[in-house]
């Protein structure tokens, strides 16, 4: 079975410019909570010290681990929209991986959840932490930041110089509403799943992405829905909505798409 791992990051105290190092010993600091968690006015920054706020999305790092079978190491990226690109498995991609950031910590899920690393963020070059998979297995690992990187074909491009944001609608699901309702889920290869009442021939349903252009193709083609993407600049929710029209036998019409969370809140 091919290895995913999951990210935990070690934690440690953030100390403000001219503040002191808490002694752990003294009467002032002992049985003393960590302050709650302060957010930024941007809800896909996180706050890496009390005056300093930091986008995630488009990071990418270089991991090493320590597995149960040995020692590993791949890159792992941050992707808009919430998916995210390991290199350690060949088959996997924005479509099974994806991550999230809950306060300042961050969750990287691979392999369609059967692995997770789990982070607290403290800054932005480096992670120290432990693994989980499904098995219960655990392990320690670390990832440094790395520059530059390229998107896969077809992806769009959302910043550019050497760190480009790259979003894929791969492995993303929408609720579309048209000439009638549906979802549709945006597998791995083009692959199309969707509950279409009017579609009951499985098996020949297909996407596209180019860029910002979208097609949805059901019944080898004989319905088609098209959109051009409009994700916001940066953002790891790079893209909630989009427009487009569609066409059938019964003529061309208009639609919209909404996007359907992977992972319904709360997080566990």
Same mark, same amino acid.
């Given at each position: 079975?091919?290895?995913?791992?999951?990210?935990?990051?070690?934690?440690?105290?953030?100390?403000?410019?001219?503040?002191?190092?808490?002694?752990?010993?003294?009467?002032?600091?002992?049985?003393?909570?960590?302050?709650?968690?302060?957010?930024?006015?941007?809800?896909?920054?996180?706050?890496?010290?009390?005056?300093?706020?930091?986008?995630?999305?488009?990071?990418?790092?270089?991991?090493?681990?320590?597995?149960?079978?040995?020692?590993?190491?791949?890159?792992?990226?941050?992707?808009?929209?919430?998916?995210?690109?390991?290199?350690?498995?060949?088959?996997?991609?924005?479509?099974?991986?994806?991550?999230?950031?809950?306060?300042?910590?961050?969750?990287?899920?691979?392999?369609?959840?059967?692995?997770?690393?789990?982070?607290?963020?403290?800054?932005?070059?480096?992670?120290?932490?432990?693994?989980?998979?499904?098995?219960?297995? !655990?392990? *320690?690992?670390?990832?440094?930041?790395?520059? #530059?990187? @390229?998107?896969?074909?077809? &992806? +769009?491009?959302? =910043? $550019?110089?050497?760190?480009?944001?790259?979003? !894929?609608? *791969?492995?993303?699901?929408?609720?579309?509403? #048209?000439? @009638?309702?549906?979802?549709? &889920? +945006?597998?791995? =290869? $083009?692959?199309?799943?969707?509950?279409?009442? !009017?579609?009951?021939?499985?098996?020949?349903?297909?996407?596209?992405?180019?860029?910002?252009?979208?097609? +949805?193709?059901?019944?080898?083609?004989?319905?088609?829905?098209?959109?051009?993407?409009?994700?916001?600049?940066?953002?790891?929710?790079?893209?909630?909505?989009?427009?487009?029209?569609?066409?059938?036998?019964?003529?061309?019409?208009?639609?919209?798409?909404?996007?359907?969370?992977?992972?319904?809140?709360?997080?566990?």
């Amino acid at each position: 079975m091919k290895l995913r791992i999951a990210l935990a990051l070690l934690v440690l105290p953030l100390i403000a410019c001219g503040e002191s190092t808490p002694s752990r010993g003294g009467t002032e600091t002992a049985g003393a909570e960590r302050p709650p968690y302060s957010a930024c006015d941007d809800p896909n920054e996180v706050r890496l010290a009390p005056h300093v706020c930091w986008n995630p999305v488009g990071s990418r790092w270089h991991v090493n681990a320590e597995a149960p079978g040995g020692a590993i190491e791949f890159d792992l990226e941050l992707m808009a929209g919430g998916r995210a690109r390991a290199s350690d498995d060949p088959s996997g991609g924005p479509a099974t991986d994806e991550w999230v950031v809950q306060e300042n910590v961050l969750r990287v899920f691979l392999g369609g959840r059967w692995a997770e690393y789990r982070a607290e963020l403290t800054n932005g070059s480096l992670l120290v932490g432990d693994a989980t998979n499904v098995r219960g297995d !655990s392990w *320690a690992f670390r990832a440094e930041r790395q520059h #530059g990187g @390229t998107c896969a074909a077809g &992806e +769009l491009v959302l =910043g $550019g110089g050497g760190d480009p944001v790259c979003y !894929s609608v *791969a492995g993303s699901r929408w609720a579309v509403a #048209g000439r @009638t309702s549906f979802t549709v &889920e +945006l597998g791995a =290869g $083009g692959v199309l799943t969707h509950d279409l009442p !009017s579609d009951t021939t499985a098996g020949n349903d297909t996407w596209a992405q180019s860029g910002s252009a979208l097609t +949805l193709r059901f019944d080898d083609g004989a319905t088609e829905y098209t959109a051009t993407l409009s994700p916001r600049p940066i953002g790891r929710g790079a893209l909630e909505r989009f427009e487009g029209s569609a066409r059938d036998a019964g003529g061309a019409f208009p639609f919209s798409a909404q996007a359907v969370p992977s992972y319904p809140p709360p997080f566990h």
